[in-house]
């Protein structure tokens, strides 16, 4: 299995970004999928999970109204549109997959995921 981040990069506060995760080896409708982010010295939190469906989304307080996850089970990708984005969202942005065949169900601790792609760094200029 291998999850392949792509879109990150160094934009101004107040700019966007959409990073794009994009799956091989897996059945992309069969997993509830998420992004995370770990800053310098700090632990890896969740930022957002979707469904396998794509019914379902959840996201961090931080990001609410900024942030927003979306899956294209057609052709096996998820995204993350960011907008607004402020300094305090530099981090390195993972991408999560875990197998959940039989619930429609959005995860959102690193526990419950077992794949991790290798992240892509964004960087938010004040």
């Known amino acids: 299995v291998q999850l392949v981040e792509s879109g990150g990069g160094l934009v101004q506060a107040g700019g966007s970004l959409r990073l794009s995760c994009e799956p091989f080896?897996?059945?992309?409708?069969?997993?509830?999928m998420g992004w995370f982010r770990q800053a310098p010295g700090k632990e890896r939190e969740f930022v957002s999970g979707i469904s396998r469906s794509g019914g379902s989304t959840r996201y961090t307080s931080s990001v609410k109204g900024r942030f927003t996850v979306s899956r294209d089970n057609a052709n096996d990708m998820m995204y993350l549109q960011m907008n607004n984005l402020k300094p305090e969202d530099t981090a390195v942005y993972y991408c999560?997959?875990?197998?959940?065949?039989?619930?429609?169900?959005?995860?959102?601790?690193?526990?419950?995921?077992?794949?991790w792609g290798q992240g892509t760094q964004v960087t938010v200029s004040s």
């Open positions: 999560a997959a875990m197998f959940r065949l039989s619930m429609d169900v959005v995860l959102t601790t690193r526990d419950e995921y077992d794949y």
């Open positions: 080896g897996i059945t992309f409708t069969n997993y509830a």
